[in-house]
Structure formats: C-alpha cells, structure tokens
C-alpha cells in the first residue's frame, strides 16, 4: 500500500489503497471532460489548485458535481469521506487549506450539504493561497427533489483490480494432482540420450531441434504471464528435459508429471525438425504445448476421474483434449482446367486455453503485475486465434472496432466470446472473390468444401476466439460494423458497438455508459419496467435508473424489459 498523487485529467480515477491526493487544476484537465473519482480506501484528498473556475455545483449528501471553465465536469462519489484541500500546489510541496466536505459546501460553494435530495451549489475562482472568490448559489433554499443523472452515477462500482482467482478444485479435469514444489523450474535440450532413459525402449533419438526451441520459450512466456512461475534455461539436468524420439503410431509426443528423475520431461517427434513444421497454429507447435502442460501437471481432460462435460470436450476449452475445433483454413489451387483443395490445420491454439490457464493459477498462483496498467486488447479476425485474458488491472478495452464480422462479446469473467466472425458462406464468398473464380462449377466446389469441413466444427471462423479468465476484470469493449451482442459485467463499463443493429444486455450492475452507433440497436434489461426510470437528457442521450445499476444511452433505439419494449425517440 502506497500513498499516491494523480493528477487528473479525465475518465474515472479512483486508485482504492493508500491515502491519495487527487489534484485538480485548470491547466490539465482535459477541455469538455466527464471526470468521476471514488476512492473509499485510504484517507483521501481532492485538492484544487489556484487558477481552477467552478462556474456551477450540485451538491447531495454524499455526491459533489463541479461544473468548470473549460466544459469539463467533476463528479465525486463518497463525497463525504474526502478530505479538500484549497490551493497550495504539490509540485513544489505547498499544501494549501484543508476542508471537510461540510466546510467546503459551505466555505467555498456557499451552500449546506443536503439530508437528503439535491441542492444548487454556487461558484468560484480558486486561488494559489488557498482563498476562494465565492458566488454564492441564486437560490440558496431552492432544493431540486433529486438529479436524475447524479443519481445514476452513485451506481458505479470501478473496481478495476482483480476478483477472486482460481483455486484447486476449479478445474477438476485437468488437475493431476503432481506439481511442482518450487516458483522456478529450470529446463534444458537434450543433445544425446541421457543414462537414466535407458529403461524407456527409445528409439530414433536426436538433438533436440533448434526449430523446437522457440515454440518451448513461448510456452513458458505464456505461462509466466498468468502465474506466479519463473523458467530458467539450464545447459543440463533441467527439471523439465526436452527431447525428440521416434514415435509410435498417431502419437507425435508424450511426457510425464512433474517429479524427480525423468518426471516433468517431454519427448516430440524426431520427424519434425524445421521451423515451417514448428510455425505457431501447426500440429506440431500444439502438440508442444500440450505435452508442456502434462509437464507442468495438467492431466488429460477426457480421462482419469474428472472429465469435461460433453460439449466443453476440446481445445477451445483445455489443450489437453484431443477433440480439435476451429482449427482449420482451406487452401485451393487452380490446375489447369480443374481446382484441388486442402484442409490445413494452421489455426491451432498457440497458448494456454481458459481451464488450462485456471489449472495452473491453482496450482502454482497468480501473476499479479501482468497488464496490471490501462491495456487494450486488439481482435479480429485470423489475427486472433484464441486469447484467455489475465489481466492485474487498470481499465482495460477490447478493441473489436475493426471487425466486420460479427461480435458476441462477455465482458464477464470465465466467459467466452466470438470476435469478428466469419461463417463458411462469408468465408468461401470471399475465397471465391479473392481467386475470381467465374465457373459455377468450382462456384459450387469451393461453397461444398467450407460446408464440409464446417460440419466437422473444424473451420476457423472466429468462434470463441477470445475467453476472460477468472478473477479478471474488463471494463469497456468497441465492436464494429456486424450485428453484434455484449453482455456487460458488475463493473462501469463502457460499450460502443458501431453500426449495424446490435443488442447490448445490461444486468449486472455498475453505471454504464453506452453508444450504439448506427443502426437500429436494442439494450435488453432483465427487470420489469416498473422497476425502472428513464430520463432524457438535455444531450439527447436517455439515463437509466433501477435499485442495482444504471446506465446513459446514447444512439439506441429501443429499451427492452421483461414485460415490454420501449421505443426511445
């Protein structure tokens, strides 16, 4: 726990441990901005730096709006429990003139903090001595019976840490039971069959293959991300050996739990050795991952007591399954007068999926520095295979704004979305336009050829591409041009989905704020709509208020309740 100075200059800032200053000052906050502080951890102080113009105020019992000079506004939660400090100027350690939230109503906004409603607070010119020139409020006893907006806004929850992480126990069907005791593992390349494999019958050993090791970095990169593990590289003797062995049969690579001997080490086959063999979305670079996570302690999830139920039985969900979904692209090459097609499974997995990730955090902890700042996460389609989010903190934005397909996103955690989606009837017309192909006759085959692989749920089309593990928490999302879907989550967030006619669900809570673009968009409530408000704004935008969450919608066409839809003109 540390205390902290912010200067603030727009969005929401509210840091939670330490007692922090949160500065104010005319000539850093952003023209026309919409600021919100809530800090209820710590002691707290907003200080206002002389120079800074207040030209109106609302004042409640325990919620504060500043209007300011140059458009921007100031809204501060928990309003009660800060400390205001007048003046002064921390740069160069001046302090200025404390105030409680009472006397500074009172002393610099010429008014007394409501029981309850809402009052008109007046203005003021701040200055450097910790003064205040003071313009008292037209009416002081004119009192307004509520302000729908600042009502609206006390919903907000900004939690912008982590939730609850992952235990043993969360994920029954990868979990061995056999892991590391250490948070750093050391790993090491074989070159020669060492002694103590003497009992295992290999056959076809060789040094292991400078096209491999980049594939083993990754993975372990991958894995440092979301837990609180370390890898070392070793010449000899790691705890994890790398190998590479004739195989038997299908099999492309086997390798043991974690333990003292051969325990924890990996053996691949000795037939791919080259860096278009080992390119990351291949078989054998997933095959890599695969046996990494038995070495880490990951059983497989189809067997050995705990399994996946029947429809999360593969790689979307766990890479220790062997059922492949989502995996494939189709190449075509024209032949003279005919055309020849191949399924190539390019669209692996590269890293860990989302009950993988959460087996590993169980066992061996969290990384809780990993995008523990502001972070944006780009997706689209092809270039997004399959992420699982583990992000520390910050206010974080997925950013789908370039996609065309469509989004169905959840900003919940242990979820999945589908960014950027392209079905096999998009996908073969483009391949189609792309190749300008004009025969119907190859029209035909290639339309078959997506179908077909389609059917098998082996075609890459952006489908579940994106998961939020457990504990994390994202607060905003931008989608694109598709029809698309997001479901919010129990923080504020912030959601603009573009064109096209999207539906946002709104029912976890928080005060969210939303801008459906163009297109005819709906925002869908899982409450009656007499338990709801609605207000329009002087901006044109509609304010939502219920007893656990609000939100401010702006470009949506149509609020649906349980029990009704509303058409917002």
């Known amino acids: 726990m540390s ?66 000079s140059n458009g921007a506004s100031v809204t501060v939660l928990d309003a009660e429990s800060m400390n205001y400090i007048i003046g002064g100027d921390p740069v160069i350690g001046l302090h200025g003139v404390d105030k409680t939230f009472s006397t500074f109503t009172n002393d610099i906004l010429g008014q007394t903090v409501p029981v309850s409603g809402l ?24 009192h307004e019976s ?59 050993f060789i040094a292991f293959p400078d096209a491999a090791k980049t594939p083993v970095v990754e993975a372990f990169n991958d894995i440092e991300t979301f837990t609180a593990l370390t890898f070392n590289p070793v010449s000899v003797d790691g705890d994890i050996e790398f190998n590479a062995v004739e195989q038997s049969g299908s099999t492309d690579g086997f390798a043991f739990y974690p333990g003292s001997g051969i325990g924890g080490d990996v053996f691949l086959n000795n037939d791919y050795t080259t860096t278009e063999q080992y ?63 191949q399924q190539v499974r390019d669209h692996n997995t590269t890293g860990y999926s989302l009950y993988d990730v959460m087996a590993l955090q169980a066992a061996y902890g969290v990384n809780s520095t990993h995008n523990n700042t502001d972070t944006t996460y780009t997706v689209k389609f092809g270039t997004t295979v399959q992420e699982v989010l583990w992000d520390a903190g910050g206010t974080d934005l997925i950013d789908a704004s370039q996609a065309t397909g469509v989004c169905t996103v959840d900003l919940r955690e242990q979820t999945f979305s589908s960014i950027d989606v392209k079905d096999a009837a998009t996908q073969a017309a483009e391949k189609i336009t792309e190749m300008g192909i004009t025969s119907q006759t190859f029209i035909d085959f290639i339309n078959q050829q997506y179908t077909n692989i389609d059917n098998q749920n082996e075609l890459y089309t952006g489908e579940m591409n994106l998961a939020i593990s457990k504990g994390v928490i994202i607060e905003n999302v931008t989608t694109g041009s598709g029809n698309d879907r997001v479901q919010d989550n129990s923080v504020d967030n912030t959601i603009n989905t573009g064109a096209g006619n999207d539906t946002i669900l709104l029912t976890e809570g928080g005060f969210d704020t939303v801008d459906g673009g163009t297109g005819t968009d709906t925002v869908q409530l899982n409450i009656a709509s007499s338990a709801a408000q609605v207000e329009k704004q002087n901006d044109g935008s509609y304010v939502v208020l219920a007893d656990n969450f609000a939100a401010q919608l702006t470009g949506v066409e149509n609020l649906q309740f349980t029990d009704t839809t509303t058409t917002l003109v």
Do not use: C
């Open 3 to 68: 205390n902290e100075t912010y200067i603030v200059q727009r969005g929401i800032a509210g840091r939670g441990d330490g007692n922090d200053v949160y500065v104010l000052s005319a000539h850093l906050i952003d023209s026309n901005a919409s600021i919100m502080i809530t800090d209820t951890l710590g002691s707290n102080s907003i200080q206002l730096i002389g120079g800074l113009s207040i030209t109106s105020s609302k004042i409640a019992s325990n919620t504060l709006l500043l209007e300011l």
């Open 119 to 142: 009052v008109n607070g007046g203005a003021a010119e701040i200055n450097s001595n910790g003064t205040a020139v003071v313009t008292p409020p037209e009416d002081t006893d004119s």
């Open 146 to 204: 509520s302000d729908f907006l600042v009502q609206a806004q006390a919903k907000s929850n900004t939690n912008s840490g982590t939730g609850t992480v992952p235990v043993t126990g969360d994920s029954p069907a990868l979990e061995s039971g056999d892991y590391w005791s250490g948070s750093t593992i050391t790993y090491s390349y074989n070159t020669t069959e060492p002694a103590d494999y003497a009992s295992q019958n290999l056959s076809g």
């Open 279 to 341: 390119a990351a979305g291949g078989s054998p670079y997933f095959t890599l991952i695969h046996e990494v996570g038995h070495a880490m302690g990951l059983k497989h999830s189809f067997e050995d007591g705990a399994t996946l139920p029947a429809d999360e039985e593969n790689t979307s969900h766990s890479v220790m399954s062997y059922t492949n979904v989502y995996d494939s692209s189709i190449e075509f090459t024209l032949v003279g007068n005919s055309i020849n097609s």
